[in-house]
């Protein structure tokens, strides 16, 4: 009964919307806030209608989030104005399956883990490494192994470097730079190539042609590619004695318009354990019993908790610990 009688004040807070808010006042303080500028009416219209149907999709999740029923938060964000089909293409990479992941799995290093009890809750200490932005190009392989590279240089040399995630995109041809790559692959490539300084080969968020140079490369060295085990009890453990891991997940509508909070859906353990997404795992704990993941986006600053999120952790969510995680040695 009590079930029905939320769904039935679910459905009129959805209806009820542009009665409970100004759309026209929300939609002005949402151009104004992501710099959106539409030069054509008719594309204006189309994309107000959509920010409408997502705005009323956060104000139903949100009223359940607010009867205990979910544990994260969504709201209003750069990406309100599209549909998760038109997001995808923008911003993820293309749907990689299980086996097609595995056959980059191979010639990594495995490192012992110390007979050491990692604790409750960990986090990595990044303050001086910024989040970072992709923009609309599935460059997320790339920018989550620079983070990785770039978070560890400074806790070990106490030096902070931005170094190019478009040297990786244009240069790094096993991978499909806008359309997605794999994270090993571009840790392989500082390994072998060491990578370049962000203003000496700055980020476009579009393919271009490779012109890297060995005289802008920076003294940051990759000197091994490390790999964990496929599972989150390894991935915990390896965090904790070895630092920030690069990894894979799947990103479905509802983490679209993500806000805070202990992120979990229902539809994001899509079929062959597929992921279209890469980031940095960096820090682990509970908040009033649920367990989380804290990790690292690309999406800027504006997004979730300061261009970050938690996640349900132990529970494979969104096909997080069904692939090998990787980081890097670095010197």
């Not at 994260?72 to 923008?90: H, I, P, R, W």
């Not at 997404?277 to 800027?300: F, P």
Request: hydrophobic fraction near 35%.
């Amino acid at each position: 009964m009590k079930l029905l009688i939320f769904s039935l004040f679910s459905i009129f807070c959805v209806i009820s919307i542009t009665n409970a808010l100004n759309l026209d006042e929300e939609w002005k303080k949402f151009k104004l806030e992501y710099n959106k500028v539409y030069p054509l009416s008719t594309e204006e219209n189309l994309r107000k209608g959509i920010f409408e149907r997502n705005l009323a999709d956060v104000m139903e999740h949100n009223a359940r989030y607010l009867s205990g029923m979910e544990t994260y938060e969504k709201g209003v964000n750069q990406f309100s104005d599209l549909t998760y089909e038109e997001f995808a293409k923008l911003y993820l990479g293309e749907k990689i399956s299980f086996n097609e992941l595995m056959t980059n799995a191979d010639g990594w290093i495995e490192k012992p883990l110390r007979r050491q009890l990692a604790p409750e809750s960990y986090a990595w200490d990044t303050k001086d490494v910024p989040v970072k932005n992709q923009a609309q190009c599935g460059s997320c392989w790339a920018f989550a192994s620079v983070a990785s590279v770039e978070m560890r240089y400074k806790r070990f040399h106490n030096k902070s470097y931005t170094l190019a995630e478009q040297e990786l995109v244009d240069c790094e041809t096993t991978s499909h730079g806008c359309s997605g790559g794999w994270s090993d692959l571009a840790l392989q490539y500082m390994r072998d190539n060491g990578l370049s300084f962000e203003k000496d080969y700055p980020y476009k968020g579009k393919d271009e042609k490779c012109h890297a140079s060995n005289e802008n490369k920076s003294p940051v060295k990759v000197v091994n590619v490390c790999s964990t085990p496929k599972d989150e009890v390894s991935y915990k453990d390896h965090f904790y004695q070895y630092g920030p891991l690069v990894v894979y997940y799947f990103v479905d509508n509802n983490f679209k318009q993500y806000k805070g909070g202990i992120f979990s859906s229902k539809t994001c353990n899509v079929e062959n354990a597929g992921i279209n997404h890469a980031v940095v795992l960096m820090g682990y704990g509970s908040e009033k019993d649920v367990k989380y993941w804290l990790v690292r986006n690309s999406w800027g600053k504006s997004f979730g908790e300061s261009g970050h999120f938690r996640i349900l952790r132990d529970a494979h969510m969104c096909n997080l610990g069904y692939h090998n995680a990787y980081y890097p040695e670095v010197a």
